[in-house]
């Protein structure tokens, strides 16, 4: 499979490219830094044990929408054709301190929701001709409005909304879209905050998303339990989600 | 308030700082902490000092060549990499008792293994270490760059800057199976002359004692000895992987302990080698690492938690110091299910590297109100035959014992000192051995 990963450097990401890497699949690196990128190009190919599991990087910003359309022709040019494109790419931000600084507000949803959803839409043109998969890292985040998470929440609320959607527009046309909603990972993002219950790896969650990829899921909570856990947080009446504190 | 402990659970306060990116994250960290596997004091933040920095984030790999050149970051397992390597036909060259450590965590504490007697340490086979030093510089050091801080680094506790990327040489295996052959003995003169004539004969041993036993069967144990198998020995197919697969879910009561309990273990373990004789393939995990097929097995000492004991007893003491210790154990009555000997081969290059040759014992043992008192004897043995202990086991030995066997000390300061004149970089054990001072304390006169 050809894959156009944005996102591959760090967390999540980094062992989900791992997983393809180590099964074959060819893939073609996008993201800000290009030192990252080599590095992360030289992870990959040393865990496969072969140097083509990466064919190329590019320089692929969520906050330059500029960028999107060159770094997916040169990911299209190298790989021969793309059957999947994977973002795992963000900005993760919580907590009162973002509600006082806007810039990092602006960015933040600017990237997650502007930035991922017209990345989405480029990347859609490359992928229906060859009925190809769009896998997005969206959130548990977006499920309900939460106060600690608001703003983030938000910005992955309208992610998902918008995945769901291109689901039911394109799917018949051989779209295939998996939203990928990760509950709280330890990972470097999440370092410092305080730790729910059903913590997830990001090796875990790897192992979960590929799996959804190839069965050709629609949706995936991961770790599984979170799927409960946000059932329930959904049914919860207003007047006690003003109250509690998650 | 965070607290932070190493493998031997004995929490301090302070918290670990992750991070995927260690360039960055080193420029403001005073010292580095791989999987936290070391027993004691060695990888927790000196007092006044809110965290460590956990390098496990930092885990990519940078190269892997065809002649078995491996340059990592400081915080690829060597999990990962055993699992990596041996499809590709290599494995690492010198392994500790456990894969749930760092290469960074093995440079630091310049780890050993049951293949010491003729692969040395893992200093001997590194390339070149790329570090963060004190006053901000990232560099590269080697045997034959800035050399004085490439092995004041191999076994220097994380001391002298921080390491950021590992470069090694992986060994060539033939198969990815071990060939193994076991044999009982009685006493301790019988083991111990078993292991120095394997250690002759093969690459790799290792030998247990039931170190509660006795009398006339003092000493008894089992020898394991092993090499790689020959391509055709072992089964067609790669070995599976366990480790992990067996859970504590919780700490052990205090009683789970008790000597009757040691005893009636010890005594199942040495009997379970039902044969005096037994030999055939195993897997390079039960061969390397057998406890890791039980997941925070150190749950099982209960919350006073464990430390170890592990000490080199010069080759020239022979028997005696070796049943020296094993008298003290049982007069103390200070269970444990592992003692372990090895045969230590020459002594490494680094300033500060645990081995010399002799014979390593080591001994678990849960933490007790009178532990301390127990390691102060055992240190005082050790003394007696001009051994010394590993630092990455240590959690109990005072100042003063350590700096009696240790005269290697005073040149691995100055080292430390030419390379980090503020000691930037410091830990628990630094300031409990060394003479730091810990954070905060005042005004610093190096």
Redesign the interface.
């Known amino acids: 499979m050809n894959v156009v990963f944005l996102g591959a450097?760090?967390?999540m990401g980094?062992a989900l490219a791992r997983l393809l890497a180590m099964r074959g699949d060819r893939l073609f690196l996008l993201g800000r830094d290009g030192e990252e990128l080599e590095?992360?190009a030289?992870?990959l190919r040393?865990?496969a044990?072969r140097d083509d599991v990466v064919v190329g990087q590019g320089a692929c910003d969520l906050l330059d929408t500029a960028s999107f359309a060159p770094a997916l022709a040169a990911a299209n040019d190298a790989l021969g054709g793309i059957d999947a494109v994977v973002v795992t790419a963000g900005v993760f931000a919580v907590g009162d301190a973002l509600h006082a600084d806007l810039a990092l507000t602006e960015r933040m949803l600017q990237a997650n929701f502007t930035g991922t959803i017209l990345f989405c839409e480029h990347a859609r043109t490359h992928l229906l001709p060859r009925s190809g998969q769009l896998v997005v890292f969206s959130s548990v985040a977006g499920d309900r409005g939460r106060k600690p998470i608001a703003l983030y929440g938000a910005s992955k609320a309208g992610l998902s909304h918008y995945l769901e959607s291109i689901d039911h527009r394109f799917h018949a046309e051989g779209l295939r879209v998996l939203t990928v909603k990760p509950g709280f990972v330890?990972?470097?993002m999440t370092?410092?905050l305080p730790e729910p219950p059903f913590a997830g790896e990001p090796d875990g969650v790897a192992r979960r998303v590929l799996a959804a990829m190839d069965a050709g899921k629609p949706v995936v909570y991961a770790p599984a339990m979170w799927a409960l856990v946000m059932w329930v947080i959904r049914l919860l009446p207003r007047f006690v989600m003003r109250r509690v504190g998650f | 308030m965070p607290r932070v402990a190493g493998w031997g659970r004995q929490f301090v306060p302070g918290r670990e700082r992750f991070s995927e990116n260690l360039e960055a994250a080193s420029a403001d960290a005073h010292l580095l902490r791989g999987l936290g596997r070391s027993y004691g004091d060695s990888s927790l933040p000196a007092p006044g000092c809110p965290e460590v920095l956990t390098t496990t984030l930092a885990d990519r790999i940078l190269r892997f060549d065809d002649a078995g050149v491996l340059r990592a970051e400081a915080g690829l397992s060597l999990h990962t990499l055993n699992r990596l390597s041996l499809q590709r036909g290599f494995f690492v060259p010198v392994t500790p008792g456990t894969q749930f450590v760092t290469l960074g965590g093995m440079v630091a504490s310049d780890v050993h293994g049951k293949h010491h007697h003729v692969a040395g340490t893992i200093g001997r086979h590194l390339r070149a270490l790329r570090m963060r030093v004190a006053d901000g510089r990232t560099l590269e050091c080697s045997p034959t760059e800035h050399a004085d801080l490439f092995w004041a680094t191999v076994g220097g506790m994380g001391l002298t800057g921080a390491i950021l990327e590992v470069e090694l040489q992986m060994e060539r295996t033939p198969s990815p199976w071990i060939y193994q052959e076991a044999t009982r003995h009685p006493d301790l003169d019988s083991l111990m002359g078993a292991l120095i004539e394997g250690s002759a004969r093969w690459p790799m041993t290792v030998a247990w004692i039931d170190c509660l036993k006795r009398g006339p069967s003092m000493g008894r144990g089992i020898l394991y000895v092993g090499r790689w198998a020959e391509p055709g020995e072992g089964p067609a197919t790669p070995p599976r992987w366990t480790s992990g697969r067996i859970p504590v879910p919780f700490e052990a009561p205090d009683w789970a302990l008790a000597p009757t309990n040691v005893r009636l273990f010890n005594f199942a373990y040495y009997h379970k080698q039902f044969r005096q004789k037994t030999a055939g393939i195993v897997s390079p995990e039960a061969f390397f690492y057998p406890l890791d097929i039980v997941d925070n097995w150190n749950l099982g000492y209960g919350r006073g938690g464990l430390t170890q004991h592990q000490a080199v007893v010069p080759r020239e003491a022979g028997a005696t110091g070796v049943r020296r210790i094993l008298e003290l154990l049982t007069e103390a009555s200070a269970a444990s299910f592992l003692c372990v000997l090895k045969d230590c081969g020459e002594e490494g290059e680094g300033m500060l590297s645990f081995p010399r040759p002799g014979i390593s014992i080591a001994i678990d043992l849960p933490v007790r109100s009178g532990t301390p008192a127990v390691i102060a004897r055992l240190n005082e043995a050790v003394l007696e035959v001009g051994g010394r202990i590993y630092l990455t086991k240590d959690q109990f030995t005072t100042p003063e014992h350590f700096r009696a066997m240790e005269p290697r000390l005073s040149a691995f300061l100055e080292v430390r000192r030419r390379w980090d004149p503020e000691l930037r970089f410091r830990s628990a054990q630094s300031v409990r051995l060394f003479g730091d001072p810990p954070f905060g304390s005042g005004e610093f006169h190096p």
Do not use: I, K
């Open positions: 450097s760090r967390g980094r590095r992360c030289a992870d040393a865990r044990g330890r990972t470097g370092v410092g």
